[in-house]
């Protein structure tokens, strides 16, 4: 049987519904009657908030097929098309798949602009509250600055998710939004004065090789493919061909058309 995880939540529940319809015959379900299912063949979900963070780990745990739901890498999520990203048994799509260019000239927003190497700041991305927590990196912006200050003098720059709230594990294990610090602007960002992204999975990364910044990440992201994962080596970055990955990823997101009619599952499962 293929449960579908409630959110209950007007904002996001549509998007789980989309692929209960897609999916005969599969059950809708709140997060906490399908961790007792002794039947599931696959689970889907969305977020990691409110209870789902126990099922993604469940299913991991149990070697059950997941598939994971969030906002896209790029396009519009609340408004037609609806695009979210979906992957399978993963909650970002970290790999360069083999596929044709038509998705990603359709709809990727960004002009892919030459490689430059005269930026001197470091832009660095750390983990919101809630990815900290899921993956166990609280440590991570700690131990990136003490790796890039060991191996640069360039000015580093550390930019919050704007809205960031403290999230935090409940009695009953479910991974729960805390408040909220006032929110951090979200300024544009003048690409041509970075030097490098260093990042842990903000998809920040898309913007930032678009505008032909090179990026440095050690956990799962989607540029993971041709950033560098040691920190070290901030004063050498890879410079690598981006528009292979950005096709990959343009198969790594679903409108809502493509999550009713069934789609989706095809594409994850190679059918």
Known sequence: MIYVSTTDRAQTEQYVRDMHVGLSG?????????LTKTDA???????FLRGTNLLYWHALRKKIPLYYIDRPYWGESRKHPHYMKITKNAHVKSFIEDVKP????????????PYHKNGADILVI????SVS?????????????TILKQNTDRNIIVREKPFNPRSFIDEEGRLMPGKSDSQTPNDAIDWTKVWAVVTYNSTITIKAIANGVPCF????????????????????????????????????????????NGYVMERLDGR
């Open 41 to 47: 063949t696959a689970i889907i979900h969305m977020g």
């Open 133 to 145: 927590v899921m993956f166990n990196a609280q440590d991570w912006l700690k131990e990136t600055l």
């Open 217 to 260: 990440c050690n956990f799962d992201n989607p540029c993971l493919p041709i950033a560098e994962e040691d920190f070290s080596k901030i004063e050498t970055p890879r410079y690598e061909n981006r528009e292979p990955l950005f096709w990959s990823l343009a198969y790594g997101q679903f409108t809502q058309e493509e999550r009713r």
């Open 126 to 129: 750390p983990p919101s509250y």
């Open 102 to 113: 038509d998705r990603y000239e359709k709809d990727f927003p960004h002009k892919i602009l």
């Open 26 to 34: 599969s059950k809708l379900l709140p997060y906490n009657e399908i």
